[in-house]
């Protein structure tokens, strides 16, 4: 048994996780704002994380075997954390995002085309970190929301007085309604009506996780011991936004309509003109197995089905 907090753990996969965790025999506290009651057995804690003081005084003499941050997006909640949780914890576990590789987003070192990124491909001991920067604003955050994990990983492995892990998560998909970016759901209500999608001029591939791997991924990650740094997260096998239209069409008995975007036209939330993919090597090595997204992605578009206002035919 553990003591473990979660910071977040609200939805989706980081509810999942605080439920596994409970059913696993350790002891949680959830750190929240109250948006939801986390699940019985759990102690919680109403504070929001940007109070410094307020998260250090709820929190008392508390001290915990790891920590799973959820919720960090900017430096500054970094170099908070690292001040709150440096006498308080033996591990901490960040939940970044594949968009720390988004080329679009920063300069990173060359990688060959169809080549799935490894981890080193953005180094958090020298990425560079700028404090001084709008984190406070929402607006220029959700603008620079790949640089502020990549300069959150850059604080927690410089700063941080504890071991540390930042689990990098591919595309989420799975639990129907809890799946909240409304992504798949994108794709599954226009398919689902007959009606048509909007793609770029070349489609290349993407790597995807379920909400549950990723829950599973988490857990292990705060409770092993004896690595530390980035891990990415993602299910075996790429997938474009044809071939995850193919499987809401074999779901639905429609045949997917697309068409091509027109020039500076956006595209759906999964259409990319670059081979987004990430290599998971690193995790399988340290002992995780990952699931093959064409095993679970069937499942993951019934229950996008199933919670859609538009009925399959």
């Known amino acids: 048994m553990q003591r473990i907090c979660v910071i977040g753990g609200s939805r989706y996969f980081g509810k999942l996780l605080v439920q596994r965790l409970l059913l696993a025999g350790h002891r949680v506290t959830v750190v929240n704002r109250g948006s939801a009651p986390p699940p019985p057995g759990a102690e919680h804690f109403v504070v929001d994380r940007d109070d410094e003081a307020a998260l250090s005084a709820a929190l008392g003499a508390r001290t915990f075997d790891a920590v799973v941050d959820q919720i960090c997006y900017t430096p500054v909640q970094a170099a908070s954390a690292v001040r709150v949780f440096r006498d308080r914890t033996r591990r901490y576990v960040m939940t970044s995002t594949i968009e720390v590789y988004d080329p679009a987003s920063a300069a990173l070192p060359a990688v060959a085309r169809d080549t799935p990124v490894p981890e080193e491909t953005v180094d958090p001991a020298v990425w560079p970190v700028r404090t001084d920067l709008p984190w406070h604003d929402a607006d220029y955050l959700d603008a620079h929301y790949a640089e502020g994990k990549r300069q959150a990983e850059a604080v927690f492995t410089r700063d941080g007085r504890f071991p540390y892990v930042s689990v990098r998560s591919a595309h989420v998909l799975g639990g129907g309604a809890q799946e909240f970016t409304g992504r798949l759901a994108h794709y599954t209500e226009r398919i689902s009506r007959g009606a048509e999608f909007v793609v770029r001029p070349e489609e290349l591939p993407t790597v995807f996780i379920h909400y549950e791997e990723l829950a599973g991924l988490l857990l292990w990650a705060a409770t092993a011991d004896g690595f530390t740094g980035p891990l990415n997260a993602c299910s075996d096998g790429l997938l474009d936004v044809h071939g995850l239209a193919a499987a809401i069409g074999a779901a639905t008995g429609r045949t997917p309509v697309h068409r091509t975007a027109a020039a500076k ?49």
């Not at 595209?267 to 399988?284: I, Q």
């Not at 995780?288 to 859609?308: C, K, M, N």
């Open 265 to 313: 036209e956006p595209a759906g939330p999964f259409s990319f003109d670059r081979h987004y993919a990430m290599s998971n090597d690193r995790a399988k090595r340290l002992g995780f197995t990952f699931a093959r997204t064409a095993d679970w992605l069937p499942g993951a578009v019934a229950e996008s089905l199933a919670v859609s206002t538009v009925p399959a035919a």
